[in-house]
């Protein structure tokens, strides 16, 4: 899935998470993450992200994450949401990984 | 048997309500991908309530996916989503007549079949919200063993006939559920009532839980958490009931160790469906 706009998705309301996924003009994934949890689980996160960028095809991306103590499901979905509206598609497809 | 007494509504595209609203331990929950999601949000909340069911947060409790309308063009990604995450049953909305449910049998099949799970698996749940659907909610309940219950909804239902809510006896809603209800019982699945859009009257909300519950309603359509817990004590049945529905159970059980084919209790026959009402009731107090 290759990023060739800016695409968000979220809220910054408590328990959810504002993802915003913009194209990178470099190689790879640039990740910026804010989190009151940041201390406890902002390893957890960013490797949940990583993960769910990989499983949708993305290598490429500028991320910025705003938590809000959202749950890993929630972290999911948003940045799912963020990159398939980053890439203009508007099918999502919806699998689970094994 | 099941127990289907609140079927709480979450807007599927709120977060922390997705996230936390198991805690409320309701008999059903719905995540709503129609009227309670923008336009703009249809894809985000479809990603949302998919993680959220396959995070398998909401164990123990019915899980429910109000799709959006077959005349709309989100029903069908709304449906591949709820099968693919292991929903347990599909709310369609404004059910008119048999045909919708049909089209949307034919498409639950395939997906059943493309992500390998059991065709017939996933239930429907019809909510009649129009004229048209009351008039037609006899065929519509007894269209397909996937038909689990059939809910009114009323708002839509009391526009559609030029009317409004009252307070009190509410006539303007009296037709409806008798029918809604007969339709049900016919066809032998479950009704849920209207849900009540006041959350802080909770006279009102009572009030009309009682006339739900006399007219023979599993449950209501509920869109707070705080109206859970009411309405679970309101459906408890009496101590009375419940001592006689023990008393049944255990003539029941010691005639079927003595081999008996009839059932008795203080020299009275009993009859399967009185038996059936005493498992009814104790299920209802092991959960009031």
């Known amino acids: ?98 | 048997m099941k127990l289907r007494r609140s079927m709480m509504f979450i807007p599927g595209d709120n977060a922390g309500m997705l996230s936390n609203s198991y805690i409320y331990k309701p008999d059903s929950v719905m995540f709503d991908l129609e009227d309670a999601v923008s336009l703009t949000e249809k894809d985000s909340a479809r990603l949302l309530v998919f993680n959220t069911l396959k995070a398998n947060l909401y164990t123990g409790i019915e899980t429910v996916v109000r799709i959006n309308g077959v005349e709309t063009p989100f029903w069908e990604q709304d449906l591949d989503m709820a099968v693919r995450g292991g929903v347990e049953v599909i709310r369609l909305p404004k059910t008119e007549n048999v045909s919708e449910v049909r089209e949307i049998e034919k498409k639950l099949e395939i997906i059943e079949k493309n992500c390998g799970r059991n065709v017939g698996e996933t239930k429907i749940i019809a909510a009649i919200e129009s004229a048209i659907g009351v008039v037609n909610s006899v065929a519509i309940a007894a269209c397909t063993p996937r038909m689990v219950a059939i809910a009114l909804a009323g708002f839509d239902y009391l526009v559609d006939m030029q009317t409004s809510r009252s307070s009190g006896s509410e006539p303007e809603l009296f037709y409806a559920r008798a029918a809604v209800l007969h339709a049900a019982r016919a066809a032998k699945i479950d009704a849920f009532d209207v849900a009540y859009g006041d959350v802080n009257d909770e006279e009102g909300f009572l009030r009309e839980v009682k006339i739900a519950k006399n007219l023979g309603f599993n449950g209501k359509s509920l869109i707070h958490p705080r109206q859970i817990e009411l309405l679970h004590k309101a459906y408890a049945p009496p101590k009375e009931a419940v001592d006689h529905a023990e008393k049944v159970i255990q003539a029941a059980k010691d005639a079927r160790e003595k081999g008996l084919g009839v059932v008795s209790l203080d020299g009275k026959m009993i009859d399967p469906p009185v038996i059936h009402e005493a498992e009814r009731v104790l299920l209802l107090a092991q959960n009031s």
């Not at chain 1, 993450?33 to 500028?62: H, P, W, Y």
């Not at chain 1, 948003?78 to 099918?91: I, K, L, P, Q």
């Open chain 1, 1 to 98: 899935m290759k990023i060739i706009k800016k695409g968000m998705a979220g809220t910054l309301e408590s328990s959810d998470v504002l993802v915003v996924i913009s194209p990178n003009n470099d190689i790879g994934l640039k990740l910026v993450l804010q989190s009151k949890v940041e201390k406890q689980f902002g390893s957890a996160i960013r490797m949940c992200v990583k993960n769910t960028l990989a499983m949708c095809g993305v290598s490429d991306a500028v991320i910025e994450v705003r938590d809000q103590g959202a749950l890993e499901c929630v972290i999911k979905a948003r940045v799912e949401a963020a990159a398939y509206r980053a890439a203009g598609e508007t099918n999502s497809r919806f699998e689970v990984p094994s």
